[in-house]
């Protein structure tokens, strides 16, 4: 949480003292901003039509659900000011991927790579990063996979690509990754190496939970295909 103090600090430096000149970036700034939620509409839709495409067809649904989030206007600034860039809007579009934000929660591991194949065969996504933190996670046991894509929006009196990040996950994986992001922000905590080695240690057996479900759902699947063609005449 930002104090009152940096606050004013890093407004100070993106809004002039003329009237003005500060509507007109306020006003610049909204319109930025809504190109941002119009970017996360766009990819939404693409994935929820994906999973309804999925689930006519008779399969399993790979997404349970699907949560969305712009940040906000104070953490963009400091963003920019942690990453040592300018901090104007144009540096926003220029040196920010995560503005735009789109979190996919699957039930199953396999589903998190399903959906992110699905999404870059999109003929108008563009996957401008990835980083698997499934296969390679975090030192703190974070796991997850994101992506950057890039989509064009259409407006009024021009198309203009915007990015979003997509996250891809598991239940589990989000449940401690919830958890994990309340606590860390709590201050003066004693016995921090042993919290944190115990984070690490959920982070695995939650991962370890995960890979063993896929199995038994793989088995199931398997004595079902099985039984099926036994019964067949």
């Not at 296969?135 to 796991?143: A, E, I, M, T, W």
């Not at 690509?161 to 989000?174: K, Y």
């Amino acid at each position: 949480m930002l104090s009152e103090d940096k606050a004013k600090e890093l407004m100070s430096e993106i809004l002039p003292d003329d009237p003005e000149k500060m509507r007109e970036i306020l006003e610049t700034f909204d319109v930025l901003m809504m190109r941002y939620d119009s970017a996360i509409r766009e990819v939404r839709t693409k994935l929820e039509i994906l999973n309804d495409e999925l689930s006519l067809h008779g399969q399993q649904s790979p997404i349970s659900a699907i949560n969305s989030r712009r940040k906000k206007p104070m953490s963009i600034l400091e963003k920019l000011k942690r990453y040592g860039v300018e901090v104007s809007l144009d540096s926003i579009e220029k040196n920010l991927n995560d503005v735009a934000g789109i979190r996919v929660i699957c039930s199953f591991v396999d589903d998190i790579y399903k959906v992110a194949a699905m999404l870059a065969r999109q003929d108008d996504i563009k996957v401008v990063q990835i980083k698997d933190y499934i296969k390679n996670p975090k030192p703190n046991g974070y796991r997850s996979y994101h992506m950057i894509v890039e989509v064009p929006v259409f407006f009024s009196n021009e198309k203009r690509p915007m990015r979003v990040e997509v996250q891809i996950r598991t239940v589990a994986m989000d449940f401690w990754a919830s958890l994990e992001h309340k606590m860390k922000y709590k201050q003066d905590i004693e016995n921090a190496e042993e919290i944190m080695a115990q984070l690490k240690e959920c982070a695995d057996t939650i991962s370890e939970t995960d890979m063993k479900m896929m199995r038994i759902r793989e088995k199931i699947r398997a004595d079902r295909t099985e039984q099926e063609t036994f019964v067949q005449p």
